[in-house]
C-alpha cells in the first residue's frame, strides 16, 4: 500500500492504463470528444509493472512459461489499446 503511488503512476507510463477524457459537448463545436491524455507509453515498463506486483511474482515463481506467456500477451494488448485510443484521439471529427 506504500507504493501505491508509484504503482498507479508505473501503470500509466507502461500504458497499461490509459488516462483519457470523453466530453460529448465537444461535438457540438466541431471538435473530437475523445481526448487522450497520456503520453506515448514506454511498453518496455509493460514487465517492470507486471514484476512489481506480488500476484505476476508468485505467478512467475509457480509457473514461468504461463508467466511468460501472459507478459507476452498483455504487452500486445496494451500496444493494441494505445493505437486504438490513439487513432480514436486523431480522427476528423
Do not use: C, H
Amino acid at each position: 500500500m506504500m507504493k501505491g503511488l508509484d504503482q498507479q503512476k508505473l501503470s500509466t507510463q507502461a500504458g497499461i492504463w490509459p488516462l483519457y477524457r470523453f466530453d460529448p459537448r465537444l461535438v457540438e463545436q466541431g471538435k473530437n470528444p475523445f481526448q487522450l491524455d497520456s503520453k506515448e507509453p514506454d511498453f518496455a515498463k509493460v514487465e517492470q509493472f507486471m514484476a512489481s506486483e506480488v500476484r505476476f511474482k508468485t505467478l512467475a515463481a509457480a509457473d514461468p512459461e504461463r508467466y511468460a506467456t501472459l507478459l507476452g500477451k498483455e504487452k500486445t494488448l496494451v500496444e493494441r489499446r494505445w493505437k486504438e485510443y490513439k487513432y480514436l484521439s486523431e480522427r476528423p471529427f
